[in-house]
């Protein structure tokens, strides 16, 4: 073999390594991946999983009574759970926040979903979700098969948020 | 035959690469939001006419609550902090808080504390982005040398 046929196999070699790494990229990002396993106390004290609403398109919104983008996001949270919950959409809020002012938070603001209340349980729960900026509110929409469709950092609009359940409900 | 297969190789790589997303997952209608500490920029305490500064820089877009600013010695102890000295802030319309007093761009408290009392302060603040975000409350311990 002369010495530009052992070039343009090094070549060869070196493009096909990169259409690998460049299919393996192209593949691991279109595969979402699984939700990890969580668990967070609601309001009467109870531990929650997430794997509880498995076979339900699960959207979860972290919320505090001091977030004023949250309280803004949540009337359209909760409609969208009187909307869609008989297709199969659930919405759960856990809150960063103390127990006592999340349940006047749920009464004021009429939250038919289950909450879940805390500091460091929730903290880490929005850590294990994806979360980088421990801020709120923080959303993550997970499939019917536990896996996670979208990490969102920021409130929703009601055409966004719309959007997105349509698109998952109907796929 | 070898050309022709390298050129498919390197533009299916390219392709590939170029299609795929980031490795750390873009989420769809993300807003690039600021780290707390890079929105609300902490500086050094200084001492100015007898009085601890405490201040902060503020990115664009982003704002601290006044009435969630608190202030107290951390060390030492016993040591009595004055009622903290704080400019007018910017007068806000919160859609879920009414109308309420925010800061932007800057912001410098000034807290009576006797020299002697140099050590530490517990700092807590909370602010939020125009953008729709909120960082809940921040608790840092700002060092505070002895006066000059």
Known sequence: MNLRSTAAVALLSLASAAAGFGLYRWWDARTPELAPAIQLTDLDGRPRALSEWRDRLLLVNFWATWCAPCLKEIPLLVEAQKEYAARGFQVIGPAMDNPDAVRAGVQRLGIPYPVMAGDAEIAQAMDALGDTLQALPFSVLIGHDGRILLRRSGEFTRAELIELIERHLGS | ????????????????????????????????????????????????????????????????????????????DGARLGAPLLPGGESYLDEVFGQVEVYRTELRAELPLSPAAAGSLRVTYQGCADAGLCYPPQTRVVAVDAPP
């Open chain 2, 1 to 76: 035959m070898i050309r022709a297969a390298l050129f498919c190789c390197l533009t299916l790589g390219a392709a590939a690469v170029a299609a795929a997303p980031p490795l750390a997952d873009a989420p769809v209608g993300r807003k690039d939001y600021l780290p707390v500490d890079d929105a609300f920029q902490l500086q050094p305490a200084e001492w100015r006419k007898g009085r601890v500064v405490v201040s902060w820089r503020i990115a664009p877009g982003y704002y601290l609550y006044r009435d969630r600013l608190k202030f107290a010695v951390a060390q030492p």
